[in-house]
Protein backbone atom coordinates (compact mmCIF):
# COMPACT_ATOMS: atom_id res chain seq x y z
CA UNK A 1 0.00 0.00 0.00
CA UNK A 2 2.73 2.48 1.01
CA UNK A 3 5.75 3.13 -1.21
CA UNK A 4 8.02 5.83 1.00
CA UNK A 5 10.90 7.74 -0.33
CA UNK A 6 13.06 10.85 1.08
CA UNK A 7 14.14 12.38 -2.38
CA UNK A 8 16.67 15.02 -1.07
CA UNK A 9 14.29 17.27 1.02
CA UNK A 10 11.35 15.92 0.07
CA UNK A 11 9.48 12.81 1.34
CA UNK A 12 7.25 11.15 -1.18
CA UNK A 13 4.35 9.02 -0.11
CA UNK A 14 2.89 6.37 -2.75
CA UNK A 15 -0.25 5.49 -1.97
CA UNK A 16 -1.54 2.33 -4.13
CA UNK A 17 -3.71 -0.50 -2.93
CA UNK A 18 -4.08 -2.22 -6.74
CA UNK A 19 -7.74 -1.16 -6.84
CA UNK A 20 -9.01 2.06 -6.41
CA UNK A 21 -7.35 3.50 -3.37
CA UNK A 22 -10.36 3.20 -1.07
CA UNK A 23 -9.97 4.83 2.43
CA UNK A 24 -9.76 2.01 4.78
CA UNK A 25 -8.16 1.30 7.65
CA UNK A 26 -4.76 0.29 5.43
CA UNK A 27 -5.09 3.53 3.65
CA UNK A 28 -4.65 5.41 7.06
CA UNK A 29 -2.60 2.87 8.36
CA UNK A 30 -0.54 3.83 5.34
CA UNK A 31 -0.91 7.49 5.18
CA UNK A 32 -0.11 8.04 9.08
CA UNK A 33 3.16 5.79 8.90
CA UNK A 34 4.28 8.14 5.47
CA UNK A 35 3.76 11.46 7.51
CA UNK A 36 4.93 10.51 10.36
CA UNK A 37 8.89 9.64 8.34
CA UNK A 38 8.22 13.04 6.39
CA UNK A 39 7.33 14.69 9.40
CA UNK A 40 10.69 13.78 11.35
CA UNK A 41 12.81 14.29 8.02
CA UNK A 42 11.55 16.16 5.34
CA UNK A 43 11.25 19.48 4.57
CA UNK A 44 8.34 19.08 2.21
CA UNK A 45 5.41 16.63 1.40
CA UNK A 46 4.58 14.84 -2.51
CA UNK A 47 1.55 12.36 -2.08
CA UNK A 48 0.68 9.84 -4.88
CA UNK A 49 -1.56 7.65 -5.76
CA UNK A 50 -2.11 5.42 -8.24
CA UNK A 51 -2.54 5.70 -12.14
CA UNK A 52 -5.68 6.09 -12.75
CA UNK A 53 -7.43 7.02 -9.28
CA UNK A 54 -6.05 8.70 -7.21
CA UNK A 55 -8.38 8.03 -4.61
CA UNK A 56 -12.30 6.47 -5.06
CA UNK A 57 -13.24 7.78 -1.66
CA UNK A 58 -14.09 5.71 2.17
CA UNK A 59 -14.53 2.14 1.52
CA UNK A 60 -17.71 1.22 1.39
CA UNK A 61 -17.83 -1.92 1.93
CA UNK A 62 -16.37 -0.88 5.26
CA UNK A 63 -18.67 1.48 6.30
CA UNK A 64 -21.82 -1.45 5.44
CA UNK A 65 -20.39 -3.37 7.89
CA UNK A 66 -22.09 -1.66 11.03
CA UNK A 67 -22.50 1.87 12.55
CA UNK A 68 -19.37 0.88 15.27
CA UNK A 69 -17.32 -0.07 12.33
CA UNK A 70 -18.52 3.29 9.85
CA UNK A 71 -17.90 5.40 13.19
CA UNK A 72 -14.28 4.20 13.53
CA UNK A 73 -13.50 4.45 10.24
CA UNK A 74 -14.71 7.70 9.28
CA UNK A 75 -13.27 9.52 12.96
CA UNK A 76 -10.13 7.50 11.72
CA UNK A 77 -9.93 9.14 8.40
CA UNK A 78 -10.73 12.44 10.04
CA UNK A 79 -8.34 12.06 11.95
CA UNK A 80 -5.86 11.54 8.76
CA UNK A 81 -7.09 14.28 7.00
CA UNK A 82 -7.32 16.90 9.95
CA UNK A 83 -3.26 16.09 10.33
CA UNK A 84 -2.30 16.49 6.73
CA UNK A 85 -4.91 19.80 6.80
CA UNK A 86 -2.61 21.17 9.60
CA UNK A 87 1.32 19.58 8.95
CA UNK A 88 3.32 22.07 9.53
CA UNK A 89 5.55 21.02 5.97
CA UNK A 90 4.69 21.79 2.63
CA UNK A 91 2.43 19.30 1.16
CA UNK A 92 2.11 19.01 -2.81
CA UNK A 93 -0.54 16.20 -4.16
CA UNK A 94 0.26 14.42 -8.10
CA UNK A 95 -3.32 13.10 -8.73
CA UNK A 96 -2.87 10.75 -11.72
CA UNK A 97 -6.62 10.25 -11.97
CA UNK A 98 -9.90 10.45 -10.27
CA UNK A 99 -10.47 11.68 -6.76
CA UNK A 100 -14.02 11.51 -5.60
CA UNK A 101 -15.70 11.76 -1.77
CA UNK A 102 -13.05 11.50 1.03
CA UNK A 103 -10.20 11.13 -1.84
CA UNK A 104 -10.88 14.57 -2.82
CA UNK A 105 -10.74 15.48 0.85
CA UNK A 106 -6.97 14.66 0.54
CA UNK A 107 -6.59 17.39 -2.17
CA UNK A 108 -8.51 19.84 -0.33
CA UNK A 109 -6.40 19.34 2.65
CA UNK A 110 -3.08 19.52 1.16
CA UNK A 111 -1.59 22.96 0.06
CA UNK A 112 -0.24 22.82 -3.79
CA UNK A 113 -2.32 20.22 -6.10
CA UNK A 114 -1.64 19.09 -9.31
CA UNK A 115 -3.65 16.90 -11.67
CA UNK A 116 -3.04 15.11 -14.27
CA UNK A 117 -5.10 16.26 -17.89
CA UNK A 118 -7.10 13.46 -18.64
CA UNK A 119 -10.87 11.37 -18.67
CA UNK A 120 -11.17 12.16 -14.73
CA UNK A 121 -13.22 13.00 -12.15
CA UNK A 122 -13.01 15.20 -9.00
CA UNK A 123 -15.55 16.11 -6.59
CA UNK A 124 -17.49 15.39 -3.73
CA UNK A 125 -20.29 13.37 -5.00
CA UNK A 126 -21.86 12.35 -0.77
CA UNK A 127 -25.28 13.88 -1.68
CA UNK A 128 -26.03 11.53 -4.56
CA UNK A 129 -25.13 8.54 -2.89
CA UNK A 130 -27.73 9.38 0.07
CA UNK A 131 -24.84 11.04 2.49
CA UNK A 132 -24.70 14.52 4.51
CA UNK A 133 -21.21 15.32 3.74
CA UNK A 134 -19.69 15.14 7.33
CA UNK A 135 -18.32 18.39 9.64
CA UNK A 136 -14.75 17.66 8.94
CA UNK A 137 -15.48 17.79 5.30
CA UNK A 138 -17.62 20.69 5.48
CA UNK A 139 -14.93 22.79 7.03
CA UNK A 140 -11.95 21.40 3.96
CA UNK A 141 -14.72 22.49 1.47
CA UNK A 142 -15.60 25.49 2.51
CA UNK A 143 -11.96 26.37 2.79
CA UNK A 144 -10.86 25.82 0.09
CA UNK A 145 -13.31 25.65 -2.82
CA UNK A 146 -14.35 28.39 -4.82
CA UNK A 147 -17.18 30.07 -2.54
CA UNK A 148 -19.56 30.96 -6.18
CA UNK A 149 -19.00 27.30 -6.77
CA UNK A 150 -19.48 25.84 -3.24
CA UNK A 151 -23.78 25.22 -4.02
CA UNK A 152 -23.03 23.27 -6.80
CA UNK A 153 -19.73 21.32 -5.47
CA UNK A 154 -20.49 20.79 -1.91
CA UNK A 155 -24.58 20.46 -2.04
CA UNK A 156 -25.71 19.55 -5.64
CA UNK A 157 -22.55 16.88 -5.46
CA UNK A 158 -21.43 17.78 -9.04
CA UNK A 159 -18.11 15.95 -10.33
CA UNK A 160 -15.61 17.69 -12.23
CA UNK A 161 -12.81 17.31 -15.47
CA UNK A 162 -9.86 18.24 -14.61
CA UNK A 163 -10.09 21.99 -16.14
CA UNK A 164 -12.95 22.31 -13.92
CA UNK A 165 -11.58 21.46 -11.03
CA UNK A 166 -9.20 23.78 -11.63
CA UNK A 167 -11.37 26.28 -11.53
CA UNK A 168 -13.43 24.93 -8.80
CA UNK A 169 -10.64 25.08 -6.15
CA UNK A 170 -9.52 21.06 -6.11
CA UNK A 171 -6.78 21.42 -8.21
CA UNK A 172 -4.15 24.42 -8.49
CA UNK A 173 -2.69 23.27 -11.77
CA UNK A 174 -3.51 20.76 -14.33
CA UNK A 175 -0.45 19.02 -16.17
CA UNK A 176 0.50 16.41 -18.78
CA UNK A 177 -0.10 13.01 -17.35
CA UNK A 178 3.92 12.20 -18.33
CA UNK A 179 5.39 15.36 -16.64
CA UNK A 180 2.65 14.99 -13.67
CA UNK A 181 5.16 13.35 -10.72
CA UNK A 182 8.65 15.41 -11.98
CA UNK A 183 6.39 18.90 -11.52
CA UNK A 184 5.42 18.16 -8.15
CA UNK A 185 8.84 17.13 -7.13
CA UNK A 186 10.06 20.25 -8.26
CA UNK A 187 7.28 22.39 -6.77
CA UNK A 188 8.06 20.60 -3.33
CA UNK A 189 11.62 20.75 -3.73
CA UNK A 190 11.16 24.76 -4.12
CA UNK A 191 8.52 24.85 -1.12
CA UNK A 192 11.30 23.08 1.04
CA UNK A 193 13.55 25.55 0.28
CA UNK A 194 11.11 27.92 2.49
CA UNK A 195 11.42 29.25 6.11
CA UNK A 196 9.77 26.22 7.39
CA UNK A 197 8.90 28.11 10.90
CA UNK A 198 7.20 30.73 9.00
CA UNK A 199 5.64 28.51 6.21
CA UNK A 200 4.05 26.42 9.38
CA UNK A 201 2.87 29.66 11.19
CA UNK A 202 1.66 31.78 8.36
CA UNK A 203 -0.45 28.17 7.17
CA UNK A 204 -1.91 27.65 10.74
CA UNK A 205 -2.81 31.29 11.26
CA UNK A 206 -4.67 30.89 7.75
CA UNK A 207 -6.50 27.80 8.80
CA UNK A 208 -6.64 28.17 12.46
CA UNK A 209 -10.34 28.78 11.99
CA UNK A 210 -11.36 25.78 10.49
CA UNK A 211 -8.70 23.47 12.15
CA UNK A 212 -10.84 24.35 15.52
CA UNK A 213 -14.08 23.70 14.24
CA UNK A 214 -12.74 20.57 12.92
CA UNK A 215 -11.03 19.62 16.19
CA UNK A 216 -14.12 20.44 18.00
CA UNK A 217 -16.17 18.21 15.66
CA UNK A 218 -14.33 15.22 16.81
CA UNK A 219 -14.10 15.64 20.14
Same mark, same amino acid.
Given at each position: ???? &?????? $???????? %? *????????????????? %??????? $?????? &?????? *??????? @??????? &??????????????????????????? =? /???? *????????????? =?????? %?????????????????????????? %?? /??????????????????????????????????????????????????????? @????????? &???????
Amino acid at each position: MLNY &RLQDKV $AVIGLDDG %K *ANAVGHDFVDAMTEGLD %KAEREAG $AVVITG &RDGVFS *AGFDLKE @LAKGEQQ &RTDLVNRGAAMLLRLFSLPQPVVVASA =G /HAIA *AGALVLLAADTRL =GAAGDF %KYGLNETAIGMSLPPFGMEMAKCRLS %KR /HQTQAIIQAQLYDPDAAQQVGYLDQVVAADALEAQALEQAAALAELPGEAYAGTK @LAVRRDYID &RIAASLA
